[in-house]
């Protein structure tokens, strides 16, 4: 999708490098010859946090998530941006060290900062159990992993009980074999001893 963004990006003209940003402003995708540079594609700005924030928060008024305060409220159910913030920490906490929540999220954690010293493989092998719980649709990620688990537990399972079966029947036919064996024996003896009653 990231790669998807950037063509996008480049087919209205921006030359994309390595110092690009992720995000930027919109640009003028119409009336380009319009006499002034400002917005667009080839001058690209910096989408900032404030311009996140305006842009979830219009999303949200014109989704119907968002409605004007009642004359008693002050303030809205939650907040727009900083929920992206607290379902992080609440999601990201239930796998990962909560020392390590802190760090990825910027806060300061105080006095331990002079003695827990992670390297980052360390805090992105954590960051890495917690995808599938901060992914949207994630507990269908969850599940999925869940079900190919219990998937290859079950044909490991299938497999042993195969073998087992195998072992099983390998047995019925040697015992079969031998109580024929023992049956054709009988049979032997029973016929000398008729003759020798003659």
Known sequence: MLKEWLDFRASYGEKITGESWVMRDLWQTTNVNSGFRSGLATVPRKLKSSGIKRLIERALWEQGLRHKL????KRHEWKAAHGFRKFYKTRSEQVMKPINVEITMGHNIGISQSYYKPTEHDVLEDY????????????NVVLE?????????????DHLLKAKLQEKDDALTTLSDQVMKLKAEV?????????KLL
């Open 128 to 139: 890495l159990k917690a995808i599938p719980l901060l992914t949207l649709g994630g507990d």
């Open 70 to 73: 009642l004359p008693n409220q």
């Open 145 to 157: 992993k869940q079900i190919k688990e219990l998937t290859e537990k079950t044909n490991s399972n």
């Open 187 to 195: 049979l032997e003896l029973k016929t000398k001893y008729h003759q």
